[in-house]
């Protein structure tokens, strides 16, 4: 099993930065990928930015040249920087962990409103 915990949601306003953290535990040697997904209401929920256990990344294209995904292997961390918000954006943002199956974290809200 693996376990995910994330931090670093919150409110800001248009135009302002935010940095998600996601600290994984447990079977970790086996996690291929790790990800941030997002949600918001009444929608489904997609794929915002994803990094390779190599350093590979994919983004969703509206989030292209405002959002970065990183990661610290030897601290089993996975973290979002996320800049130039917009109110678009605004949602609960998942961590996820790819082994043979998917593992996801409790969510975190993220506000985007002045």
């Known amino acids: 099993q693996v376990q995910l915990v994330e931090s670093g949601g919150g409110l800001v306003q248009p135009g302002g930065s935010l940095r998600l953290s996601c600290a994984a535990s447990?079977?970790?040697?086996?996690?291929?990928?790790m990800g941030w997904y997002r949600q918001a209401p009444g929608k489904e929920r997609e794929l915002v930015a994803r990094?390779?256990?190599?350093?590979?990344?994919d983004y969703a294209d509206s989030v292209k040249g405002r959002f970065t995904i990183s990661r610290e292997n030897a601290k089993n961390r996975v973290y979002l920087q996320m800049n130039s918000l917009k109110p678009e954006d605004t949602a609960v943002y998942y961590c996820?962990?790819?082994?043979?199956?998917?593992?996801w974290g409790q969510g975190t809200q993220v506000t985007v409103s002045s």
């Open positions: 990094i390779s256990r190599g350093g590979n990344t």
């Open positions: 996820n962990a790819r082994t043979s199956y998917d593992w």
């Open positions: 447990g079977s970790i040697f086996s996690i291929n990928a």
